[in-house]
């Protein structure tokens, strides 16, 4: 089974801090995803990989960068965090079109 | 970017109880995903599908690519099948897909 595992289930953090949210899968996969969840809204893709160093931006990439410095692991940066940016984020995994594998999420407070 | 839209957003059912969540895209599509979330949880990929129609035990899948609409269902409904239910659509390239906003299901013993 693939796994896919988010470093943090539960982070506070304070406005102004950048913040580091990881995710690495186990499997090979080319494509990763950083989705955030907010109730009434649904998903929404801050950002996707689809290769090593390769990044492209989703629907709401303002206040956010990634990195993708190995295969397994994609890293989700909040510059200067705020308190918008309370959410739940996701990470997910793809191997070409297929189904996404998601990890269990981080629930993130910025006070 | 396609719109997703799901039917009903709230359900609450009795044990036992035939189970339909709708889904209905806008434009042309690669594939349709259904997916499970409990709460506090994680998101599990319940179905992908471009055409006909898939069963896993209690649930089935069907989607009508003319009509643009896909539905869910849940047989022998069961407390355990309590959940966000979310229609989500990909258009086959590699960003990802587009969710609808998920149906909130309660079944109750």
């Known amino acids: 089974d693939v796994k896919v595992t988010q470093s943090s289930r539960y982070l506070v953090k304070r406005t102004g801090e950048k913040v580091f949210l990881e995710c690495v899968q186990d499997?090979?996969?080319?494509?990763m995803f950083w989705y955030r969840q907010d109730p009434g809204l649904g998903l929404r893709l801050i950002y996707f990989?689809?290769?090593?160093?390769?990044?492209e931006k989703g629907d709401i990439p303002e206040g956010y960068s990634v990195s993708r410095e190995k295969k397994e692991r994609f890293s989700l940066i909040l510059e200067s965090a705020s308190t918008n940016q309370t959410s739940m984020y996701l990470c997910?995994?793809?191997?070409?079109?297929?189904?996404?594998?998601f990890g269990n999420g981080t629930r993130l407070t910025v006070t | 970017k396609n719109e997703v839209e799901q039917s009903p957003q709230n359900l609450t059912a009795q044990e036992g109880e035939f189970i339909t969540i709708n889904c209905s895209y806008s434009v042309g599509i690669s594939a349709l995903h259904w997916l499970q979330q409990h709460p506090g949880g994680g998101i599990v990929s319940l179905f992908m599908?471009?055409?006909g129609k898939k069963k896993h035990g209690r649930l089935i899948a069907t989607i009508n690519i003319q009509e643009k609409h896909s539905s869910l269902h849940i047989t022998a409904s069961h407390p355990r099948d309590s959940a966000v239910y979310i229609c989500?659509?990909?258009?086959?390239?590699?960003?990802?897909?587009?969710f609808g906003k998920g149906t909130h299901l309660i079944i109750q013993p």
């Open positions: 997910a995994s793809s191997l070409g079109p297929g189904p996404l594998h």
């Open positions: 990989s689809y290769d090593v160093k390769m990044k």
């Open positions: 989500a659509v990909g258009r086959g390239g590699a960003d990802g897909l587009t």
């Open positions: 599908l471009s055409s």
């Open positions: 499997m090979d996969h080319e494509n």
